[in-house]
T-cell receptor, first 115, second 109 residues
Framework: EAGVAQSPRYKIIEKRQSVAFWCNPISGHATLYWYQQILGQGPKLLIQFQNNGVVDDSQLPKDRFSAERLKGVDSTLKIQPAKLEDSAVYLC?????????????FGSGTQLSVL | QKEVEQNSGPLSVPEGAIASLNCTYSDRGSQSFFWYRQYSGKSPELIMSIYSNGDKEDGRFTAQLNKASQYVSLLIRDSQPSDSATYLCAVSGGFKTIFGAGTRLFVKA
């Protein structure tokens, strides 16, 4: 079974530039998550999709971050314009259903450096 | 604000010893509890899940849950250098999973 695919693996940009990350979840997984992990901290949920609908985006900085999940499969997370504090690893995860005992499967992440 | 607290460590144990990792959470309505292992530069991977009070054992790993005390722990028996990693406690409630900051574990050969 293929895992969660993410790209790019690394990205370096200057502040005020824009950047986009892509995620393809495990086949058949209905729920997709984007987490931000700053060095030394635990993952922080940015947005959670159930199929192509948003379940939770309460911690997404909507003035600069946007995300979409077209057709309930792939997802794209965009930052525009980027700030220095956006430097982090962006993790995509998926789970089979949207239930409380669901285990999350993570992709390899995208390490973003904003200079 | 729902919170998950962990001692950041580092926790250093000799090879073959028992490593004990602890986690507390603030939301009494939490239903599911997970331990993820994260090697440096890698993404988290699930190693244990527990849903009811008591102990759950899987190989060298034992998860313990006490909902009354809002406390979750992970014991690693016969610790190996390959267990050196950051261990993230995750708590799920209301279809939302919140992670702690993680405890760094070093197992000395």
């Amino acid at each position: 079974e293929a895992g969660v695919a993410q790209s790019p693996r690394y990205k370096i940009i200057e502040k005020r530039q824009s950047v986009a990350f892509w995620c393809n979840p495990i086949s058949g997984h209905a729920t997709l998550y984007w987490y931000q992990q700053i060095l030394g901290q635990g993952p922080k949920l940015l947005i959670q999709f159930q199929n192509n609908g948003v379940v939770d985006d309460s911690q997404l900085p909507k003035d600069r971050f946007s995300a979409e999940r077209l057709k309930g499969v792939d997802s794209t997370l965009k930052i525009q314009p980027a700030k220095l504090e956006d430097s982090a690893v962006y993790l995509c995860a998926s789970s089979l259903f949207n239930s409380e005992n669901e285990k999350l499967f993570f992709g390899s992440g995208t390490q973003l450096s904003v200079l | 604000q729902k919170e998950v607290e962990q001692n950041s460590g580092p926790l250093s144990v000799p090879e073959g010893a028992i490593a004990s990792l602890n986690c507390t959470y603030s939301d009494r309505g939490s239903q599911s509890f997970f331990w993820y292992r994260q090697y440096s530069g890698k993404s988290p991977e699930l190693i244990m899940s527990i849903y009811s009070n008591g102990d759950k054992e899987d190989g060298r790993f034992t998860a313990q849950l006490n909902k009354a005390s809002q406390y979750v722990s992970l014991l690693i028996r016969d610790s190996q250098p390959s267990d050196s990693a950051t261990y993230l406690c995750a708590v799920s409630g209301g279809f939302k999973t919140i992670f702690g900051a993680g405890t760094r574990l070093f197992v000395k050969a």
